[in-house]
């Protein structure tokens, strides 16, 4: 039974939605209803979100697999906050204007970091 990663997924649900709203509030404003409309705010606010999409799904699936598997707590919490921290560094220097870039790229760190260890831990504990 997963009781540590639901915490996580959790809390980076929390950030989807907080990144989401972002997105419908520049659309709001700029009134944009598809793409970017040729707006350099409303891409930089659609890529914040997009990139935390495209990398978010798959960590945390590798962390769940982890701890199926019946990894410790103290790997899955560093896991789990290693991809948290991640992404909220990320979304938080990309984000801004002009953005953060020492930011962004220790946030790209830590999530390739949990990417990384969570597959390693995934093939160690499965053979």
């Known amino acids: 039974m997963l009781s540590v990663t639901p915490v996580y997924a959790a809390l980076l649900a929390i950030l989807f939605i907080a990144l989401s709203v972002r997105v419908i509030s520049q659309r709001r404003s700029d009134k944009i209803s598809y793409g970017d409309g040729g707006n350099t705010t409303m891409l930089k606010v659609m890529r914040t979100h997009s990139n935390f999409v495209e990398y978010t799904p798959f960590a945390v699936l590798l962390i769940a697999m982890v701890e199926l598997q019946g990894a410790s707590g103290l790997l899955l919490n560093l896991l ?48």
Do not use: D, E
Not at 87 to 93: D, M, T
Not at 103 to 125: D, P
């Open 80 to 127: 789990g906050l290693t991809l948290l921290s991640g992404r909220l560094l990320h979304a938080y220097g990309f984000g801004r204007s002009p953005q953060i870039v020492i930011l962004r790229q220790i946030g790209m760190l830590l999530t390739f970091a949990a990417i990384l260890v969570a597959a390693i831990a995934n093939l160690v504990l499965a053979l």
